[in-house]
């Protein structure tokens, strides 16, 4: 018996860490053009860049900026004072980004929901912060 439940668990942490690896794939496939966009523009650095597709911490401004430009361009954040999309908008965007990974896409709602109260009750210094802020969210949630 113990030796099924060890294989049963094995099992479920390959299917777990095949599923984390597909998302990390395509997350790299369709936002990796757009960093490269946005790394001339924001003069980020390629270690910056790294760690955003990598979903690390974001902890220079450049990479942080990095970010914002990113949100800007898929429609996150919007306008001069980077206002934050609305929820339906922004399970629009989750659904582009995440489209064919169901396991991602059924954490959506939940992650959306909790990312908007979270970063709305923390105002931030200015819109890098504010989307560091979301990335750091949404990544921490995605874990769970």
Request: hydrophobic fraction near 40%.
């Given at each position: 018996?113990?030796?099924?439940?060890?294989?049963?668990?094995?099992?479920?942490?390959?299917?777990?860490?095949?599923?984390?690896?597909?998302?990390?794939?395509?997350?790299?496939?369709?936002?990796?053009p757009?960093?490269?966009?946005?790394q001339?523009?924001?003069?980020?650095?390629?270690?910056?860049?790294?760690?955003?597709l990598?979903?690390?911490?974001?902890t220079?401004?450049?990479?942080?900026?990095?970010?914002?430009?990113?949100?800007?361009?898929?429609?996150?954040l919007?306008?001069?004072?980077?206002?934050?999309?609305?929820?339906?908008?922004?399970?629009?965007?989750?659904?582009?980004?995440?489209?064919?990974?169901?396991?991602?896409?059924?954490?959506?709602?939940?992650?959306?929901?909790?990312?908007?109260?979270?970063?709305?009750?923390?105002?931030?210094?200015?819109?890098?912060?504010?989307a560091?802020?979301?990335?750091?969210?949404?990544?921490?949630?995605?874990?769970?």
């Amino acid at each position: 018996m113990k030796c099924f439940i060890l294989l049963a668990s094995l099992l479920l942490l390959g299917i777990f860490s095949t599923a984390e690896a597909e998302s990390s794939k395509e997350f790299k496939e369709r936002i990796g053009p757009i960093a490269k966009t946005c790394q001339t523009e924001v003069k980020a650095t390629d270690d910056d860049v790294k760690n955003l597709l990598n979903r690390n911490e974001l902890t220079t401004k450049s990479a942080k900026c990095l970010q914002r430009c990113i949100y800007k361009k898929v429609g996150v954040l919007k306008g001069d004072k980077d206002d934050l999309a609305s929820k339906e908008e922004l399970m629009k965007i989750w659904g582009r980004v995440y489209e064919g990974n169901e396991s991602i896409l059924m954490k959506g709602e939940p992650i959306v929901e909790k990312c908007l109260t979270h970063v709305l009750a923390n105002k931030a210094a200015d819109g890098c912060d504010a989307a560091a802020q979301i990335q750091h969210c949404v990544t921490e949630n995605l874990k769970a």
